[in-house]
């Protein structure tokens, strides 16, 4: 007898050192579904149970969301990567899980087969076709911090140690599963909380991000294009044991990645439209060229009205080649500026008045040399970063998160120090800042729908970039390697292939 108890004492001592360290692992893990996984797993060694089953209340009804075994080697739902086809069950008493649930009561059984309580066809059917025998069972209610049911844990034959002998499940093991069901449930209810809140925040930021797509129909898919791109490229170097053997990111740093991704335009939300969108020189939001034609079409009639035929004819060739003009350009020749300028100081009489061709600001916009932007419109592009830096210091990301912010507004950085909003060089850009300005490049030069500007080639797209990385503006060694695992175009065909051959930029 004495030997006994010293025994069961020994036996309680190490279920309790179990439970509580049960209790700190169940806290601490903050995925569901490997916590779902831990709590049935630990239960089952808690009590030498066999098989375990975790159901979680939805919708009235018990959701089967762990199935494990170890005689039949089953393990569904959880992280296992299989899913468990099996109904629901419904919440009746004669089900032993729905009683343990409806009326928060823990139920044992020493052997199913006998039980004339409830009604264990299912199970019986389960034997049949897995040649398996349960017999044992201890049915669990999982009660959260506010005393309500939100599952049920139920655990199979309870084994002895070495022989495997299936035997009841003793009263010790009750109070024990009993104790870490509740903790369980807590975890569970905390584990949601964080998901669901995590979910929301993660839904806002790339509904943020759609948005700002969808503000220009020229930039197309950017924002959500860049940040799955730079991702991709992460995982690509993440995975890499050749060139980047020391570069490993957690699951953490991979989400600060992906976030930074989906924030780094969020500034452009302050960019007027018409510049993001401003294809023609002389667009304001209105193409201007229109009331260029308007005006020269009515000085080439009075010019014809004075029987100047001539002249009204060199105006009207002189407009169409304001029109050709007006078209963004890459460099745009001296003897076009030249001319552009000698039509500006050319004055006609329009409707009665003396007036000159081109105004100040016409003139102005049609000499731009590259592209369609001014120079002060070129800076109020390049303010959005500005905007993206004031915008996330507002945002007050968790630790785990801290260099979102810094990731993201860094992507026009150079490592030369040549690059905005701060100019800062190679020192000060950490190599997810480098990730994040390759895909924002490589997006930026291989889309084809921006103002004046056909798809690139991948060759000339990869040419340009690796000048730039000659340039010291990109990280030169992330580009080779992305290049040589061909890492861009995998993205593209993966890209396309997600969105259902619907093909979003092509
Ligand atoms: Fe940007
Ligand atoms: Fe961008």
Redesign the pocket.
């Given at each position: 007898m004495t030997r006994d108890y010293r025994q069961m004492s020994t036996q309680f001592k190490y279920q309790l050192d179990t439970l509580v360290k049960i209790g700190v692992s169940l806290s601490a893990e903050n995925n569901l579904n490997r916590l779902l996984d831990m709590i049935v797993f630990q239960a089952r060694q808690l009590t030498r149970a066999d098989g375990g089953t975790l159901y979680l209340l939805a919708d009235g009804r018990l959701r089967f969301t762990i199935i494990q075994n170890s005689t039949l080697g089953i393990h569904r739902g959880g992280e296992s990567g299989h899913r468990i086809d099996l109904e629901s069950v419904e919440l009746k008493k004669d089900n032993v899980c729905a009683y343990a649930a409806i009326l928060g009561k823990t139920v044992t059984i020493a052997d199913v087969y006998e039980s004339k309580e409830f009604d264990f066809s299912g199970p019986r059917k389960y034997d049949a076709i897995t040649g398996y025998r349960s017999q044992s069972m201890l049915v669990v209610p999982m009660k959260n911090h506010l005393g309500a049911v939100t599952g049920v844990l139920q655990l199979v034959n309870a084994m002895e140690q070495g022989t495997r002998e299936v035997t009841p499940f003793d009263e010790g093991s009750v109070a024990l599963v009993e104790a870490m069901a509740s903790m369980a449930a807590v975890a569970i209810e905390k584990t949601k909380l964080l998901e669901d809140t995590r979910a929301l925040f993660n839904s806002v930021i790339e509904v943020l991000g759609v948005a700002m797509d969808a503000k220009s129909h020229y930039t197309g898919n950017h924002i959500q294009k860049v940040a799955k791109l730079n991702i991709e490229i992460a995982k690509a170097i993440h995975d890499d044991t050749e060139v980047f053997p020391d570069i490993r990111f957690t699951e953490n740093e991979l989400e600060e990645i992906r976030l930074a991704g989906w924030l780094?335009?969020i500034?452009?939300v302050t960019t007027p439209e018409w510049v993001m969108d401003k294809d023609t020189k002389l667009k304001v939001v209105l193409d201007r060229i229109h009331l260029i034609e308007e005006r020269f079409t009515r000085a080439a009639e009075e010019l014809v009205k004075a029987g100047k035929s001539a002249d009204a004819e060199r105006l009207m060739a002189d407009l169409q080649f304001i029109r050709d003009k007006n078209r963004p350009v890459e460099d745009m020749r001296d003897d076009d500026i030249r001319r552009l300028r000698e039509i500006a100081g050319r004055r006609l009489p329009v409707a009665g008045h003396e007036t000159r061709m081109l105004s100040d600001d016409e003139l102005r916009n049609l000499v731009i040399r590259r592209g369609s932007l001014t120079e002060e419109e070129i800076e109020k592009v390049k303010e959005?970063?500005v905007w993206?830096t004031r915008m996330l210091e507002k945002l007050s990301f968790p630790d785990h998160l801290k260099n979102v912010a810094l990731y993201a507004v860094q992507?026009?950085e150079k490592l030369n120090g040549q690059g905005y909003p701060t100019g800062v060089g190679a020192d000060k850009i950490p190599f997810q800042s480098r990730i994040l300005a390759i895909a924002?490049l490589y997006e930026a030069l291989s889309a084809r729908d921006r103002p004046y500007k056909e798809r690139m080639p991948y060759e000339q797209t990869i040419g340009i970039l690796r000048r730039q990385a000659e340039n010291g503006d990109i990280d030169g060694k992330i580009l080779e390697f992305l290049v040589d695992k061909d890492v861009f175009r995998r993205f593209e065909e993966k890209y396309r292939n997600g969105h259902n051959g619907h093909a979003a930029y092509e």
């Open positions: 780094h335009d500034g452009k959005h970063a993206t992507h026009h924002d």
